[in-house]
């Protein structure tokens, strides 16, 4: 097993710029999650998903949309790039909730 | 705000000394909380939970305890060891479904030889 993938690893953005921050994991989780993590900071919660075609928004959505078709992927949107966002971004995953599994990040600069 | 923090920002100790990490959380609700560890440049690692119902749970060098009257959590490492050197969070539920956590900020944790 994979885990939780991340893709890219690493972007550099312009301001305005949209790009889709790709998460899939391949434990058959029910529950996903995308949480931001900014220098000294702990996570902040953006989206989360309880199953297929269920998505919530969490602390901090604004800027961001995710969708959920499938149980295995989870990709975040960000429409229209501000330095705000500059942060690194982690997608979790977990069954009905318990421990995550978190993936290794994705760390994006918006200049 | 949040509901979930930490006492202290960072904690040095001399390798093998037993570490103690604080948290402290405010929604009197929450009845799921976990302790994960964050490498530089990693994700969070899951380390160990514990249920409302409990007050201690132990795991491998590492107990939680929970003092739900004070609304306390802490993370105690026995003879801690150069690669426990990490961030700390706790983290509890957003509801009582369980369905996603909020995280505190963080303790740092630098263990010497």
């Known amino acids: 097993n994979a885990g939780v993938t991340q893709t890219p690893k690493f972007r550099i953005l312009k301001i305005g710029q949209s790009m889709t921050l790709q998460c899939a994991q391949d434990m058959n989780h029910n529950y996903m999650y995308w949480y931001r993590q900014d220098p000294g900071m702990g996570l902040k919660l953006i989206y989360y998903s309880v199953g297929a075609g269920i998505t919530d928004k969490g602390e901090v959505p604004n800027g961001y949309n995710v969708s959920r078709s499938t149980t295995e992927d989870f990709p975040l949107r960000l429409e229209l790039a501000a330095p705000s966002q500059t942060s690194v971004y982690f997608c979790?995953?977990?069954?009905?909730?318990?421990?995550?599994?978190f993936g290794s990040g994705t760390r994006l600069t918006v200049v | 705000g949040e509901s979930v923090g930490l006492h202290l920002p960072t904690l040095s100790v001399q390798e093998g000394d037993n570490s103690i990490i604080n948290c402290a959380y405010s929604?009197?609700?929450?009845?799921?909380f976990i302790w994960y560890k964050q490498e530089s440049g990693k994700g969070p690692q899951f380390i160990i939970d514990?249920?409302?119902?409990?007050d201690k749970r132990q795991g491998q060098r590492v107990t939680v305890l929970l003092n739900k009257t004070v609304k306390h959590l802490s993370l105690q490492i026995a003879a801690t060891q150069p690669g426990d050197s990490a961030v700390y969070f706790c983290a509890e539920n957003i509801d009582q479904a369980g369905t996603a956590l909020i995280f505190g900020k963080g303790t740092t944790l630098s263990v010497s030889s």
């Open positions: 929604n009197s609700a929450s009845d799921y």
């Open positions: 979790a995953s977990s069954f009905r909730g318990g421990g995550y599994t």
């Open positions: 514990i249920r409302s119902n409990m």
